[in-house]
């Protein structure tokens, strides 16, 4: 039985990080396990450089062995060339995650340029395609990540075509949804869909489309006949707007993306919550989890360190009475000692 399945079967919701990129690195994914993920993303990986493993790029994925063995690290990839997807999936099997994630939401203009991330939905034999292709070259739990729409003029703006099929395969012309994508993959043995609530002309805001992901819903119980996982992004940073997902949506997991920005213990204080029991991180609590943050990332990038726990640093403590105090001296970071000097001043 694979992973998703089981956390299914436990008939609670369960938490994960999200493929942040910038962020997700080995010693981010290590510091929210050690909070309470359930399971937790990579950044997203271009699917051609680990069909020709890319020396950067193996040497990368290989410091996640640390945390592979006894937690459910799942790899992003992205792309939109189908044939390449086999051979990636094959590579990720062979460096031990735990699943395959396959990028069909990302808007990031650098990204989208290329025909990858949500402009993928242009063309829905396609990702069929990439879909089938993974699973068939894997014996690893396959998911996908995706968003509730985009919109048709959004893809010709952007220099892209919709495919012909896809045009006349979708129920809404001015647009291709979720919906359009799960029905057309609905043969295929995905073990997760991972659904942001919002369409790639919204970003990063706005308000979560409820109605369409509970239509998403129904087609992946009543039509998949495995009945994947559902796992809700979008916004969710506390615990009312958890409330507000569950209420509305009731999945089976959710992911947290920027609300884990600084607080990587969101994960179990969320668990805590929802089981109407108190949570309460002390300084001393905040000062340990930076401490075994910088101790990881330091250790698995010996150049470069200071830079990345930068950002992370003014996460942690912008809420600080003196963060306007210490952010002189967190942008000027270097080693370890120099952390430790900042935790000394808060």
């Not at 949804?177 to 919204?202: N, W, Y």
């Not at 600080?320 to 120099?338: A, P, Q």
Request: charged share 30%; aromatic share 8%.
């Amino acid at each position: 039985m694979n992973f998703w399945k089981e956390l299914q079967n436990k008939n609670k919701i369960f938490f994960t990080s999200a493929p942040l990129d910038g962020v997700s690195d080995f010693a981010f994914c290590k510091i929210c396990l050690e909070n309470g993920a359930d399971v937790v993303f990579t950044e997203m990986k271009s699917v051609s450089d680990l069909y020709f493993k890319s020396k950067k790029l193996i040497k990368e994925l290989e410091e996640y062995k640390e945390i592979l063995k006894d937690n459910n690290v799942v790899l992003q990839i992205y792309g939109h060339d189908a044939e390449k997807f086999g051979k990636a999936a094959q590579v990720a099997e062979e460096l031990g995650f735990s699943g395959i994630d396959i990028n069909l939401g990302c808007p990031a203009k650098g990204v989208i340029s290329s025909g990858n991330g949500v402009m993928n939905m242009r063309d829905l034999d396609n990702v069929y395609n990439i879909i089938k292709n993974t699973l068939d070259n894997t014996s690893l739990p396959v998911s996908i990540k995706t968003r509730i729409s985009i919109n048709v003029e959004s893809i010709i703006k952007n220099q892209l075509i919709l495919d012909k099929k896809t045009s006349d395969f979708i129920e809404d012309k001015d647009k291709v949804t979720v919906l359009d994508l799960l029905r057309k993959i609905k043969d295929l043995p995905i073990s997760c869909v991972t659904i942001h609530g919002r369409s790639f002309e919204q970003l990063f805001s706005g308000e979560i489309d409820y109605e369409i992901i509970n239509k998403a819903k129904e087609i992946l119980k009543a039509e998949f006949s495995n009945s994947p996982a559902l796992i809700i992004n979008g916004g969710i940073k506390d615990k009312e707007s958890l409330d507000k997902v569950i209420e509305n949506i009731n999945p089976d997991g959710v992911m947290i993306a920027t609300g884990s920005f600084g607080k990587p213990f969101i994960f179990n204080q969320l668990k805590a919550e929802l089981e109407n029991k108190s949570y309460k991180i002390t300084n001393d609590d905040l000062k340990q989890i930076i401490r075994n943050h910088a101790k990881y990332l330091f250790k698995s990038k010996p150049t470069g360190a200071h830079l990345v726990f930068r950002k992370h640093l003014l996460w942690y403590l912008k809420d600080c009475d003196n963060f306007n105090e210490l952010r002189s001296k967190i942008i000027t970071i270097k080693d370890l000692d120099s952390v430790e000097e900042i935790l000394k001043s808060f």
